[in-house]
């Protein structure tokens, strides 16, 4: 056994624990509660919504540590401590960095075309932005 201590433990979800989601979590369920209890603090992060983690991974952990299921790219944060998750923390994007993200999609689209690729913009994150989406 080593000799070392975790205070946290960070990782993926989706490919990582668990293959997709609709795969067994359960087995999961038992570690990550089980090191909450021994007092380390996981962070589990994925792309999706709380709700697809959360009723993937069932967890309700009791003692020291503490579960969070860092969201949407990690842009919400929810602390899970017995019961659902509740919402510590979101960041929202201001307007600037709206632009630069609609900047930097538009660029790549016209970067791939000069490679002969198609692709095109699905969506735009700033309010009325004139380019098509």
């Not at 979590?25 to 990550?32: P, S």
């Not at 970067?111 to 690729?117: I, Q």
Request: hydrophobic residues 40%; charged residues 25%.
């Amino acid at each position: 056994m080593p000799e070392e201590t975790f205070e946290a433990l960070i990782f993926d979800w989706d490919g990582t624990v668990v293959p997709d989601r609709r795969a067994d979590a359960t087995l999961a369920r038992h570690y990550i509660e089980a090191l909450c209890a021994a007092g380390v603090h996981v962070f589990v992060v994925s792309g999706t919504h709380v709700g697809n983690v959360d009723g993937q991974l069932g967890a309700r952990p009791r003692g020291r540590g503490h579960l969070f299921l860092c969201c949407n790219r990690g842009s919400e944060v929810f602390e899970v401590r017995g019961g659902a998750p509740r919402l510590v923390h979101r960041l929202t994007a201001g307007s600037a960095e709206d632009q630069a993200l609609d900047r930097a999609a538009r660029e790549t689209v016209d970067r791939l075309a000069e490679r002969g690729l198609t692709a095109r913009m699905v969506s735009t994150s700033s309010p009325g932005s004139s380019h098509p989406g």
